[in-house]
């Protein structure tokens, strides 16, 4: 597939490392030139110098022949003109990052499939959605609902004490068998398991099950789930926002920003929310507004290195549960180190609705794990695809994936060795990063 990326900075930057890995045709549009040259010398993907709203610029860098294209620089104006004007030129798919939610509702969503932009992607709503299931299942590090909630996916990260810790995926299979261990995380890398693989301390596990056993694997993991009453936030930005306007309740919220005037608007939008004007990382005033009383800290200002510290000053406070916006990846083994519970990131994000486009999946549900290197998605099983051609066991599947459940009929079940999909089939598949192709190959 043939993918022109407008917008050279981090995002952009992100997101063509990840696709050129699946082997796709990538070039990364942009204005900055030492930063390109850098890139094209050290980097797997085309670089072009030039403007996302120049159509000169635009037909020097081929999208006339793209398949997609994606804009992501810091202008949401500039991204939705980009894709207005990539359309126009024969792009086959246009996608563009915008900074407010009104572009997700349906009516906006319409007036700008007429204008050329198939989908729109905003960051700071996914991350503030990552949040809201963090609140809600905050025993978990990671909590995907897949076809509705059919399936879903729980993350649990490994302590030393666990019934897990120390035993083979083998030794912990159930009868009947109620999860599926689908990938360990372990330090910076992902494994697709097998019977005879050891968790270990420390590993992060992506467990797919049916929501009825939600309180089978709870109990097992030995988890307690914090009842949130009390919530202490620092940054007032738009991920904060978005988080306010999810909840149902924020009588007991806490929000710190060092912005008087965005103190103010926030103050006015969102009444029964507390809002403080101090520095994030303001042990005296997080005291003064009770942060010993918290039952769970959000760091989500646009410093990594902000977020980091602020939740340990809140561990040390007695905070029961932390979340992290960290968008630098070298920070974020360190910061699972330092006992955060939850780390977000947009960039992930923004590859797994990305990655969801490239696999033409029928519903939204591509999500990066939490080291960018295995993703989770839905596929519909074709009437004549090699997935649905004899039982799992006998398909030889390739390295790098794994079928994790299916959805058939409105209902969700796991898999075993003698499962046989069927045509229609919504299929739960892990795969870790550079294997698109095989899932594609397998459904083909």
């Not at 968008?327 to 590859?351: G, H, P, R, W």
Request: glycine content about 10%; proline content about 3%; aromatic content about 4%.
């Amino acid at each position: 597939m043939k993918i022109l990326i407008a917008g050279d900075g981090e995002t952009g930057t992100h997101l063509a490392e990840m696709l050129s890995v699946e082997g796709q045709d990538v070039t990364l549009l942009g204005s900055n030139r030492d930063r390109l040259q850098e890139l094209d010398s050290t980097s797997n993907f085309m670089t072009s110098i030039g403007c996302a709203t120049a159509v000169d610029s635009l037909h020097e860098c081929g999208v006339a022949g793209a398949d997609l294209f994606v804009a992501v620089t810091p202008d949401e104006n500039v991204n939705l003109v980009a894709c207005e004007l990539a359309k126009g030129c024969g792009a086959r798919r246009c996608v563009a990052r915008v900074d407010h939610p009104q572009y997700g509702r349906p009516d906006v969503a319409a007036i700008l499939k007429d204008k050329g932009v198939d989908q729109t992607i905003y960051p700071e709503r996914m991350v503030a959605e990552t949040a809201l299931h963090f609140i809600r299942h905050n025993w978990a590090t990671d909590w995907f609902r897949l076809q509705n909630g059919k399936l879903l996916v729980v993350g649990v990260r490994v302590n030393g004490d666990d019934a897990f810790a120390g035993k083979t995926l083998r030794e912990l299979a159930s009868s009947p068998k109620f999860f599926h261990v689908a990938v360990i995380k372990r330090g910076g890398n992902a494994i697709i398991p097998r019977g005879d693989d050891r968790v270990l301390p420390g590993d992060t596990l992506y467990i797919s099950l049916l929501p009825s056993n939600v309180g089978m694997l709870h109990d097992l993991c030995g988890r307690n789930s914090t009842k949130i009453s009390k919530i202490m936030i620092t940054g007032a930005g738009r991920v904060t926002e978005n988080l306010l306007r999810l909840l149902e309740s924020r009588g007991g919220v806490t929000v710190i920003d060092p912005d008087r005037a965005r103190c103010r608007e926030m103050a006015f939008k969102f009444p029964d929310a507390v809002i403080v004007n101090a520095r994030s990382n303001d042990v005296v005033a997080m005291k003064d507004e009770g942060i010993e009383g918290c039952d769970m800290f959000l760091a989500l200002t646009g410093s990594s290195e902000a977020n980091i510290v602020s939740c340990m000053v809140a561990r040390e406070h007695g905070v029961k549960k932390t979340l992290a916006r960290i968008e630098e990846f070298q920070y974020m083994e360190e910061a699972e180190s330092l006992a955060i519970d939850k780390i977000v990131n947009k960039k992930q994000l923004n590859t797994g609705m990305v990655m969801n486009m490239l696999l033409d999946s029928e519903m939204a549900t591509t999500q990066c794990l939490a080291t960018d290197k295995a993703e989770v998605t839905v596929m519909v099983a074709g009437e004549d695809s090699k997935i649905v051609s004899r039982p799992i066991c006998e398909l030889s599947l390739p390295q790098g994936l794994t079928i994790a459940g299916l959805v058939r009929g409105g209902e969700g079940q796991l898999v075993e060795g003698r499962t046989h999909v069927r045509p229609g089939d919504h299929v739960v598949v892990f795969f870790l990063t550079g294997s698109l192709q095989k899932v594609k190959r397998l459904f083909r």
